[in-house]
């Protein structure tokens, strides 16, 4: 597995890679590759941190398991390559943008623009066998985001974790909430979106809370790519 990470996060995760059950992930990781098809690329499993290095972290938005159909999963939560249709989640996050700042919703779900100012998206699970949901659930992976978890709570300045969902609130002991704040809502996905994600007004507050804290906002508009 290629471990290039920036040198802000190495120093921070480099313990982690030396412990037993990262050995145990990546030989798991490895064996999967060799036998089956697995998203994303090797290459950008670490996309999330080596596009938003950890000095640069404000908001951490945190999602469960890599997309796994075809060209899909590029590293980062939510996000689709471009040219690839957002999935139904994604669309929700769209529509709930649209209603609350009036973002037009774009023409793709490529969101590398929110991670360059400082949003981790970070998946719970960084890998996934192609076409099987939670293929790589309880290898080893969740360990490991917890310890950027936790790496990220450990920050002084103040940082927005946004938790959608059951999944993602159960992270919520992992963080320090006497320094930061926590957004939680339904998950943004068609099965609960409208039993508390819609009108939740997550992008609003999350700028708020940044504007509170003397930090800059997110743009949260996206480019068109066609």
Same mark, same amino acid.
């Given at each position: 597995?290629?471990?290039?990470?920036?040198?802000?996060?190495?120093e921070?995760l480099?313990?982690?890679?030396?412990?037993?059950?990262?050995?145990?992930?990546?030989?798991?990781?490895?064996?999967?590759?060799?036998? +089956?098809?697995?998203?994303?690329?090797?290459?950008?499993v670490?996309?999330? !941190?080596?596009?938003?290095p950890?000095?640069?972290?404000?908001?951490m938005?945190?999602?469960?398991?890599?997309y +796994?159909?075809?060209?899909?999963? +590029?590293?980062?939560?939510? #996000?689709?390559?471009?040219?690839?249709k957002?999935?139904? #989640?994604?669309?929700?996050?769209?529509?709930?943008?649209k209603?609350?700042?009036?973002i037009?919703?774009?023409?793709n779900?490529? !969101?590398?623009?929110?991670?360059?100012q400082?949003?981790? !998206?970070?998946?719970a699970?960084?890998?996934?066998?192609?076409?099987e949901?939670?293929? +790589?659930?309880?290898?080893?992976?969740?360990?490991?985001?917890?310890?950027?978890?936790?790496?990220? #709570?450990?920050?002084e300045?103040?940082?927005v974790?946004v938790?959608?969902?059951?999944?993602?609130?159960?992270?919520?002991p992992?963080?320090?909430t006497s320094?930061?704040?926590i957004?939680?809502s339904?998950?943004?996905?068609?099965?609960?979106?409208?039993?508390?994600?819609?009108? #939740?007004?997550?992008?609003?507050?999350?700028?708020?809370? !940044?504007?509170?804290?003397?930090?800059?906002?997110?743009d949260?508009?996206?480019?068109?790519?066609?």
């Amino acid at each position: 597995m290629d471990l290039t990470l920036p040198e802000s996060w190495r120093e921070s995760l480099a313990g982690e890679f030396e412990k037993p059950y990262f050995h145990k992930l990546t030989e798991f990781v490895d064996a999967e590759r060799a036998a +089956h098809s697995v998203f994303p690329p090797e290459s950008e499993v670490f996309s999330a !941190l080596n596009l938003t290095p950890l000095d640069d972290v404000r908001v951490m938005i945190l999602g469960q398991d890599p997309y +796994h159909d075809d060209g899909q999963a +590029h590293g980062l939560c939510f #996000s689709v390559r471009p040219g690839i249709k957002p999935p139904p #989640s994604l669309v929700n996050i769209f529509k709930e943008l649209k209603s609350e700042l009036d973002i037009p919703i774009p023409d793709n779900g490529y !969101l590398v623009p929110w991670a360059k100012q400082g949003v981790l !998206l970070l998946n719970a699970v960084l890998t996934v066998r192609a076409h099987e949901a939670n293929s +790589h659930k309880n290898k080893g992976w969740e360990t490991f985001t917890d310890a950027v978890i936790q790496t990220v #709570s450990a920050k002084e300045t103040p940082v927005v974790f946004v938790l959608w969902g059951a999944y993602a609130q159960k992270k919520a002991p992992l963080i320090d909430t006497s320094k930061h704040t926590i957004i939680q809502s339904a998950h943004p996905s068609p099965l609960s979106a409208r039993s508390g994600f819609f009108g #939740s007004q997550p992008f609003s507050k999350i700028n708020d809370t !940044l504007r509170a804290n003397g930090r800059a906002e997110i743009d949260w508009r996206l480019p068109n790519l066609k």
